[in-house]
């Protein structure tokens, strides 16, 4: 059984702060890592992929991956109103259809 | 470029009604193709997948079915809607299972009553 793990939250951070979000799975084989942002009564939208060891970002958002301690992590910087919703958390690999965490609720109040 | 398509945006059906939603795909081939239910303050329940026209496997047994009749068309089928089939359904591509992104359509709301 494949497993994702996220905390359910709320995530609440100021306006302008950091906001972490994290990610655990259970298949060490794993190779492909998703984030995805679903806004209250919206379906799931991509922010970012990763499929290597390390650090990737894009804008104010950076996704940072560790195969060996089986992590992986989403950063907002400068977080804003906006950034509030629900972060969903997917690991692909293989051929297999990537499994969704649950989600954390992130809110962002001014 | 790649868009999915899904309707009704929302239903209201008395229990024991039939069901269908539809979602399509434009802009792309032999996409793997899947239905998600997501209930309210859930993750994201896979219902079934397909790789290819008239290949549907199913993830969790239920009173829902689904078909693919055309290589960009999906449907989700009850003969008799539960109570508990309320969700919200999420249809979703891709062409590399679990190596590529998903991509969701907007989903349809649906409230068993």
């Known amino acids: 059984q494949k497993e994702v793990e996220q905390n359910s939250g709320p995530l609440s951070v100021p306006e302008g702060a950091i906001a972490s979000l994290n990610c655990t799975y259970s298949?060490?084989?794993?190779?492909?890592f998703f984030w995805y942002r679903q806004y209250s009564g919206k379906s799931p939208e991509l922010i970012m992929s990763?499929?290597?060891?390390g650090d990737k970002e894009d804008g104010r958002f950076t996704a940072q991956l560790n195969k060996a301690s089986q992590y992986v992590s989403l950063l907002i910087r400068d977080s804003q109103p906006s950034d509030s919703a629900t972060y969903l958390c997917?690991?692909?690999?293989?051929?297999?259809?990537?499994?969704f965490g649950r989600g954390t609720s992130l809110i962002v109040h001014p | 470029s790649q868009t999915i398509h899904q309707w009704p945006a929302t239903l209201v059906q008395p229990v024991g009604s039939p069901l269908s939603l539809e979602c399509t795909v434009e802009?792309?081939?032999?996409?793997?193709l899947y239905w998600y239910r997501q209930a309210a303050g859930r993750g994201l329940q896979l219902l079934f997948y397909?790789?290819?026209?008239?290949?549907i496997s199913s993830e969790v047994p239920q009173n829902l079915s689904a078909s693919r009749p055309q290589d960009r068309q999906f449907i989700l089928s009850s003969k008799k809607l539960l109570l508990s089939d309320s969700g919200f359904y999420l249809c979703?591509?891709?062409?590399?299972?679990?190596?590529?992104?998903?991509?969701f359509g907007p989903g349809t709301r649906l409230l068993v009553l």
């Open positions: 979703a591509w891709d062409l590399m299972a679990g190596r590529e992104t998903q991509y």
């Open positions: 298949d060490r084989v794993s190779q492909s």
């Open positions: 990763i499929y290597s060891n």
């Open positions: 997917a690991v692909g690999g293989g051929s297999y259809i990537p499994t």
């Open positions: 802009g792309t081939s032999n996409p793997n």
């Open positions: 397909s790789v290819g026209i008239g290949q």
